[in-house]
């Protein structure tokens, strides 16, 4: 760009002059500035007020051009002292201009304003000023006070050199203490991405980039895996150091301790990326998120019970939210898995015995029902397992202590032991309560809470007789110990509660999605209530050889009619 281009700016007051370099700084040119002296700000004198006043209201579109001016154009000349000086927090300000420069290696910036606007009100202030507005309050009226601004900067390491962009924003606002019109002080001023003891820095990303593989080696990136992309990332931060790759150089957003926080704002070279073997089974992840394509919110995790390994994880949507991990949602019915080894194991129950389901039962105050408000009359324990009758759970609620499902989770099904999966993980939550909630617990409602990894753990667990955490990395990459469960379930319960699920799946609410399976299978449907919303969110936790799968699909219906077909698509492949 030649010497003799100029940019207009606000209105044709100032322009920012660019030189050789490329990179400009403010100049005056034309209009009434020219002849205006000392004109640069309005005196209270000259208007009039006693100078020992304190200006009160929103800044003037003059004060909001003249305040910004100053702040942009000491900041494009690369005075940080002279630039904090008009904002509202002098020592922050010039703290963190100075660090851009010195942390973030940015050697010479240009700063291009935009044309002032209205900052976006909340709602709360939108009906503040209207009440002002009725009453004819003039200084109701919003002011464009908000200045946008384009920020084009050099980053200088070693022999680097590259040009970084970017938006942002600042607002002027009225000082307190002495009246004046200044930079509102915000970290994002310099950054939009930046909150409070956030700062940038360039230089060596503090862990190499990953090349992910399933456990046959082949490559699992975000781009052919949205699903995974959360994941992957977590991985890098975690096990990149510990991988044969090398760091980049990259300038990030790092917290006040100088640890980063995952947001790289520019990568200025790349690293070389090590390879990171996961547990993750390629056929079964594609399985997994083909089952969910279709449906605007659900979640599917596939587990290995012999060994623990974590098969798939899949989404929908592939980004945001990691639910099938992360989530944390009542059971509902799938539950009962837990719950009937529980009675089983204390001789409240047994697959061919005699067992109540009533229509209702109250217990601590509620009345509880079943779907239909069918009832079994002169039925077994299986049947009302496989039919997944309510009753038949809660009339067992005055047998038990108030943490006697709560020791039954964690001590047989490793429920909230602090699972070390390799990523961040719900374990999952079953609290000690008492009366009607004790009993709504037994279902699967009350405060319980899982996600697809924890209750295909549940199945996992069933099928191999012994809690093995789930995990997603080796634990020998990093000499991490995983969770062990106090004990385990006795051959009897187990056997027995295998067969439960067998005749679920084969003659059960699961019937329809199992049909056709061969080899060793078992499955548990579940239908959680959620207050507020019409229809309940679709569980189903299955197992068939050494894989088990478990699916939640939120505000959808029947467990085994939107649930089980995921599970079952899943359970084909693998």
């Not at 009339?395 to 108030?402: I, T, Y």
Request: proline share 5%; with cysteine; charged share 25%.
């Amino acid at each position: 760009m030649r010497d003799s281009q100029r940019m207009a700016v606000l209105g044709g007051v100032a322009a920012v002059v660019v030189g050789a370099t490329g990179f400009g700084v403010y100049a005056l040119v034309g209009g009434e500035e020219e002849n205006s002296g000392d004109k640069g700000s309005v005196s209270a004198a000259a208007d009039g007020k006693n100078s020992d006043e304190v200006e009160t209201g929103p800044p003037s579109a003059e004060e909001v051009k003249e305040a910004s001016k100053s702040f942009l154009e000491a900041w494009s000349s690369g005075d940080a002292r002279k630039a904090a000086a008009v904002t509202d927090d002098k020592s922050a300000a010039l703290k963190a201009l100075t660090a851009l420069r010195k942390d973030a290696k940015v050697s010479k910036v240009a700063v291009t304003p935009g044309t002032p606007r209205t900052p976006a009100a909340t709602k709360a202030d939108k009906t503040d000023k209207t009440a002002k507005s009725d009453k004819g309050d003039t200084e109701a009226e919003a002011t464009a006070s908000e200045v946008p601004f384009k920020v084009t900067a050099q980053l200088a390491y070693g022999e680097r050199r590259d040009a970084w962009s970017y938006d942002s924003a600042l607002q002027v606002v009225r000082d307190k203490k002495t009246g004046d019109a200044v930079v509102g002080w915000e970290p994002s001023v310099l950054h939009p991405k930046l909150e409070d003891g956030q700062t940038v820095k360039t230089g060596e990303a503090g862990t190499p980039p990953i090349k992910a593989v399933d456990q046959n080696g082949t490559e699992l990136s975000k781009s052919d895996h949205p699903s995974l992309s959360g994941i992957l990332d977590d991985l890098r931060k975690r096990y990149g150091a510990k991988t044969d790759g090398t760091p980049g150089i990259e300038t990030r957003i790092v917290d006040a301790k100088g640890k980063d926080t995952g947001t790289t704002l520019r990568t200025l070279t790349k690293g070389t990326p090590g390879t990171l073997k996961t547990t993750l089974d390629l056929d079964v992840q594609k399985a997994a998120e083909a089952a969910i394509a279709d449906k605007p919110k659900a979640s599917v995790v596939a587990v290995k019970p012999s060994t623990g390994e974590i098969l798939a994880v899949a989404n929908s949507p592939a980004k945001g939210f990691n639910t099938a991990l992360q989530g944390s949602y009542a059971p509902g019915s799938t539950m009962k898995v837990i719950t009937g080894a529980m009675l089983l194991d204390k001789g409240l129950a047994a697959p061919g015995k005699a067992h109540p389901c009533p229509k209702y039962f109250e217990y601590g105050g509620w009345k509880f029902q079943n779907d239909d408000k069918f009832d079994i009359k002169g039925g077994t324990f299986a049947q009302s397992f496989a039919r997944s009758c309510n009753t038949a759970f809660i009339s067992q609620a005055p047998e038990l202590d108030d943490d006697s499902l709560t020791k039954e989770a964690r001590d047989v099904f490793g429920i909230g032991l602090n699972w070390q999966v390799g990523t961040s993980t719900f374990d999952g939550q079953v609290p000690v309560q008492s009366d009607a909630q004790m009993a709504a617990s037994l279902i699967g409602q009350g405060s319980v809470r899982m996600n697809p990894l924890t209750m295909a753990s549940v199945s996992a667990t069933v099928r191999s007789g012994e809690f093995k955490q789930p995990y997603i990395v080796s634990p020998s990459l990093d000499d991490r110990t995983l969770a062990k469960a106090p004990r385990s379930m006795k051959p009897q319960v187990v056997s027995d509660l295998r067969a439960l699920m067998k005749t679920t799946a084969t003659g059960g609410t699961a019937a329809k999605p199992m049909a056709g399976l061969s080899g060793d299978f078992g499955a548990k449907t579940g239908s959680a209530e959620v207050g507020g919303q019409k229809k309940p969110n679709a569980w189903f936790t299955a197992y068939r050889d050494d894989i088990a799968v478990s699916a939640v699909v939120p505000a959808s219906g029947h467990g085994g009619d939107y649930a089980g077909p995921v599970v079952r698509k899943v359970l084909d492949v693998g």
